[in-house]
T-cell receptor
């Protein structure tokens, strides 16, 4: 069965500092994808970054990078130079099964990030 | 820019009423999903679909039902709304192995 674990319910970070949001996952499928989404107070889900299980390098998208440690089954999100607008809920998610029709996407419990000015 | 739309955005309805939440996407995605989310909490998968005429129940048991008669349309129906159904409902779609695109959500309140 799939499982995503985010152990940090909430975090406070000073503006301009880097922050790491933790995510561990559990799957027996060799083919899977990992995602991070941001959800501001408005409620929309904003896709941030994707990592495939067979990708050799860690994914990066602007200020976001994903620290993918396959052996440890962790996929932590790193935000460099945090900004006030980064304050939001952050969700880690996983898809098992590659492109198979049986694949579904499940989410962790989220981390509420608050940036202090 | 993702093209997935949910209507209505907000709905307040009385107990016992039948409701349908609409979700449409114009990206030709084969996979579509419905998630239920209470404020500040995690997203629970309640239904998903691989394509036309295929629907599956998600990890969270739900009294709602879905249909997928057309690729672009994935409505969710509650035959008899109850206060326990009060929540936000998020629809999403994806193609291939990449990310899912989300609609704006429907905030449902059953009084």
């Amino acid at each position: 069965a799939q499982k995503i674990t985010q152990t940090q319910p909430g975090m406070f970070v000073q503006e301009k500092e880097a922050v790491t949001l933790d995510c561990t996952y559990d799957t027996s499928d060799p083919s899977y994808g990992l995602f991070w989404y941001k959800q501001p107070s408005s409620g929309e889900m904003i896709f941030l970054i994707y990592q495939g299980s067979y990708d050799q390098q860690n994914a990066t998208e602007g200020r976001y990078s994903l620290n993918f440690q396959k052996a440890r089954k962790s996929a932590n999100l790193v935000i460099s130079a945090s900004q006030l607008g980064d304050s939001a809920m952050y969700f880690c998610a996983m898809r098992e099964g590659g492109d198979s029709s049986a694949s579904k996407i499940i989410f962790g419990s989220g981390t509420r990030l608050s940036i202090r000015p | 820019e993702a093209d997935i739309y949910q209507t209505p955005r907000y709905l307040v309805i009385g107990t016992g009423k039948k409701i349908t939440l609409e979700c449409s996407q114009t990206m030709g995605h084969d996979k579509m999903y419905w998630y239920q989310q209470d404020p500040g909490m995690e997203l629970h998968l309640i239904h998903y679909s691989y394509g036309v005429n295929s629907t599956e129940k998600g990890d969270l048991s739900s009294e709602s039902t879905v249909s997928r008669i057309r690729t672009e349309h994935f409505p969710l129906t509650l035959e008899s709304a109850r206060p326990s159904h009060t929540s936000q409902y998020l629809c999403a779609s994806s193609g291939g192995t990449r990310e899912a695109f989300f609609g704006q959500g429907t905030r449902l309140t059953v009084v």
